[in-house]
């Protein structure tokens, strides 16, 4: 009664049992899968629970009609190409539904060739529809910068540890602060594997509506791979569904991302631990930028290329100055708020030089982030250190260089300017003149 694995598959709705079944039976034994609702409401309910390929409804029908389906598959991810039978008498409504939204339309009696012709076209149609889309996030993707950039040891450890999983299937957990890379590490993770030329689709958990979620993203990356970013968002519905989809066997592979404390939120029950222990077979941490501020030059170097091929025409590279302007700050919104930066810098810049004054004012104007900081933030050593090396940093910048006078605006003695420049790497190149004494 079921058709072979791997075929297309349709829900016929139709309140009259006989008409619903004859429908049915035509599209299995042409090697569909077949699933059935005796109107558009249970229809819905089936829809939120499981994806279809194409919808057969009759117009009319006392509970709910196919204006309702039509509703519900506008909502979706990706819309659900729907095809309406009409009665005598029915053919104007029909021409409404093709104005909200179905695919096309057939007259009863319903002649059985013409059933699956149309129903093949509206597969095709809804695979071509999701090719599309995939390509679309391609390009979208190719016009960002997307190297993992650095050779510190924590990003060398990163890239060792990519290199490791995508030579498996294993199910990868991406952990990490806001913008420290972890789509591009997902990326990296499947162009490397043996499903890099099979379909990569991005799902943005905390915005995925319940009903979407299975029938059309997943669906899209059967072959390939599915990335779950913001993972601890999902509702407990679709916890449960994706704890049901890492089981069944499915051919794809699931990479979650995330920059919560997934652990803590399985020990306050927001969480299915059983769905933690899955998703976590191969965890990934992405370091944030303050602790591999060695990067940063490089980092720089690499999003100034590309902003230059999104700008033509852009300034020269950052002064000396202007990166230890950028050394000293702490990135709070790590790579993603660099790259923002620069990007701005750029902008403003035109084809005058990236000074430090310039990198000044935008970070100053940068607004604080959203929650506490972290905790390693809260050291109070590292912060006054940085505070410190800022500040000698703007005295020697208003002065133009000049020692003495940069000793006077800080209101330290001149003997003493050597100690803080010392301390903090400050170059001599960066200060002139020679201290009395």
């Given at each position: ?15 009259e ?20 609702a ?57 021409v ?74 294993a ?35 905390a ?31 679709l ?62 170097r ?20 202007a ?29 005058r ?25 809260l ?8 505070a410190e ?6 005295a020697?910048?208003?002065t133009q ?6 000793s ?10 050597g ?19």
């Amino acid at each position: 009664m079921t058709a072979a694995p791997g075929g297309p598959s349709v829900l016929v709705v139709d309140d009259e049992p006989f008409v619903r079944d004859s429908i049915a039976e035509v599209l299995r034994a042409d090697g569909w899968k077949t699933h059935a609702a005796a109107g558009a409401r249970e229809a819905v309910a089936f829809l939120e629970s499981q994806g279809v390929d194409v919808i057969v409804t009759d117009l009319r029908m006392p509970e709910g009609d196919a204006f309702l389906l039509l509703d519900h598959a506008r909502k979706g991810a990706v819309e659900i190409p729907i095809v309406v039978i009409t009665g005598v008498g029915t053919v104007a409504e029909a021409v409404r539904a093709m104005k909200a939204g179905a695919f096309d339309f057939l007259q009863k009696p319903v002649d059985p060739e013409e059933l699956l012709l149309l129903a093949r076209r509206a597969a095709e149609h809804r695979r071509l529809l999701a090719e599309v889309r995939a390509l679309r996030e391609t390009v979208r993707g190719l016009r960002a910068p997307r190297a993992l950039v650095g050779k510190s040891a924590s990003m060398e450890r990163v890239r060792a540890l990519i290199a490791q999983v995508a030579r498996t299937d294993a199910t990868v957990l991406v952990r990490g602060e806001s913008g420290t890379g972890k789509e591009l590490a997902a990326g990296e993770i499947h162009r490397r594997s043996a499903r890099g030329a099979r379909p990569l689709v991005r799902v943005h958990c905390a915005g995925s509506p319940e009903g979407a979620f299975e029938r059309d993203r997943v669906a899209e990356a059967e072959g390939g791979t599915l990335v779950l970013d913001e993972v601890g968002a999902l509702t407990p519905t679709l916890q449960t569904r994706l704890l049901h989809l890492l089981e069944s066997g499915r051919d794809l592979r699931v990479i979650a991302i995330t920059n919560e404390d997934l652990a803590a939120r399985v020990k306050s029950g927001e969480f299915r631990a059983d769905l933690y222990w899955r998703l976590d077979v191969f965890p990934i941490e992405m370091p944030p930028l303050r602790e591999h501020r060695e990067d940063l030059p490089e980092i720089v170097r690499h999003f100034l290329d590309w902003a230059g091929r999104e700008h033509p025409g852009a300034g020269p590279r950052p002064t000396q100055e202007a990166l230890e302007v950028l050394g000293t700050y702490g990135w709070p919104g790590n790579v993603r708020e660099l790259r923002n930066v620069l990007e701005r810098a750029v902008i403003l810049a035109g084809d005058r030089e990236l000074d430090a004054d310039l990198f000044r004012s935008i970070l100053e104007s940068a607004p604080a982030p959203a929650g506490a900081p972290p905790e390693r933030e809260l050291h109070l050593r590292k912060n006054l250190d940085a505070a410190e090396k800022e500040i000698v940093l703007r005295a020697l910048a208003r002065t133009q260089g000049r020692k003495k006078e940069a000793s006077i605006l800080l209101g330290i003695d001149p003997r003493n300017l050597g100690y803080y420049l010392r301390k903090h790497g400050i170059g001599e190149g960066r200060a002139r003149g020679d201290i009395e004494g």
